[in-house]
């Protein structure tokens, strides 16, 4: 088992930036690709960014490519997601996760945290 907790949400206007981080807990953390994914009310939970367990391999979906940034620090499992240029259509409850796997994909993800509110404003 691996438990996440994200921090670093809240409330931010449209074109700041935010950082988002997750502490992991429970298991070998390098072995495991890292994501983030996030759900905006009344839709999917949808992929966002993902991280190989080494951290060499970076994958973003096509709307926050640019200007979101996925990294981890594998000496203190934690994983932080940067995200700049901000828009309202960023606004969402985001997820960290993580697999048993090394490298990261857009589905079957293993852990979730609880979630962490970002809300952008216009």
Known sequence: QMQLAESGGGLVQAGGSLRLSCAAS???????????????P????EFVAGISG???FTHYADS????FTISRDNAKNT????MNSLKPEDTAVYYCTARLAAVPT???WDFWGPGTQVTVSS
Do not use: P
């Open 26 to 40: 429970g298991r070998t953390f390098s072995s495991n690709a890292m994501g983030w994914f996030r759900q905006a």
């Open 42 to 45: 009344g839709k999917e939970r």
């Open 54 to 56: 080494g951290g060499s």
């Open 64 to 67: 926050v490519k640019d200007r």
């Open 79 to 82: 994983a932080s997601l940067q």
């Open 106 to 108: 857009i589905s079957n």
